[in-house]
């Protein structure tokens, strides 16, 4: 158990739909990141929080959002949901924002139909 | 642009062998992390261990060791006394320093341990 908690840990919506993942990052972790796993493209970064505030930018559809709450936990918000955006979805955490390792969360696993 | 290449989509070794898996990476930066992450079919990603571009001692954590050769930019996993349960996907990730705070992954290699 990495200490980092994701739910659901299964979700199937509709295409159109909206959906929140949220994630809690280990105890003492400032850093959230998101990541997207699926068949096409693999392992992606979508997005890092660092204390609140937007870090680190990667493949992360206009479509999708993200924040990072007082209390450190983090919820990632996709709308307008397409076939495609069918993925596993992880939530990773480290003490700081530097060359720490990351810890990943369970996943979330998205199904869009 | 960064870059992680995991060469073999699967392995198969037989239990209690060593195994290792292929890692080669493409960074223009000095400073780098290697990482391996373990993914077993229930889909989780399980830390295993990091490489500092900088140590000078190849990384070890219990049965899993690191090969790193800096020059040949590869980072071998070593898995010595294979057990059934290291059946799983594993992946390489490199975090550098024109990359932030992100992790690149390669494409993985499934690895399956039989009696």
């Known amino acids: 158990d990495s200490g980092v908690t994701q739910t659901p840990k299964h979700l199937i919506t509709a295409t159109g739909q909206r959906v929140t993942l949220r994630c809690s990052p280990r105890?003492?972790?400032?850093?959230v990141y998101w990541y997207q796993q699926s068949l096409d493209q693999g392992l992606q970064f979508l997005i890092q929080?660092?204390?609140?505030?937007?870090?680190a930018k990667g493949n992360i559809l206009e479509r999708f959002s993200a924040q990072q709450f007082p209390d450190l936990h983090s919820e990632l918000n996709l709308s307008s949901l397409e076939l495609g955006d069918s993925a596993l979805y992880f939530c990773?955490?480290?003490?700081?924002?530097?060359?720490?390792?990351?810890?990943f969360g369970p996943g979330t696993r998205l199904l869009v139909l | 642009a960064q870059k992680i290449t995991q060469t073999q989509p699967g392995m198969f070794v037989q239990e209690k062998e060593a195994v290792t898996l292929d890692c080669t990476y493409d960074t223009s930066d000095q400073s780098y992390g290697l990482f391996w992450y373990k993914q077993p079919s229930s889909g989780e990603m399980i830390f295993l261990i990091y490489?500092?571009?900088?140590?000078?001692q190849n990384a070890t954590e219990g049965r899993y060791s690191l090969n790193f050769q800096k020059a040949r930019k590869s980072a071998n996993l070593v898995i010595s006394a294979s057990q059934l349960g290291d059946s799983a996907m594993y992946f390489c990730a490199m975090r550098d320093a024109g990359t932030a705070s992100k992790l690149t992954f390669g494409t993985g290699t499934r690895l399956q341990v039989t009696l």
């Open positions: 990773a955490s480290s003490v700081e924002d530097g060359q720490e390792t990351q810890y």
């Open positions: 929080y660092y204390n609140g505030e937007e870090r």
């Open positions: 105890s003492g972790d400032l850093s």
């Open positions: 490489q500092g571009s900088y140590d000078e």
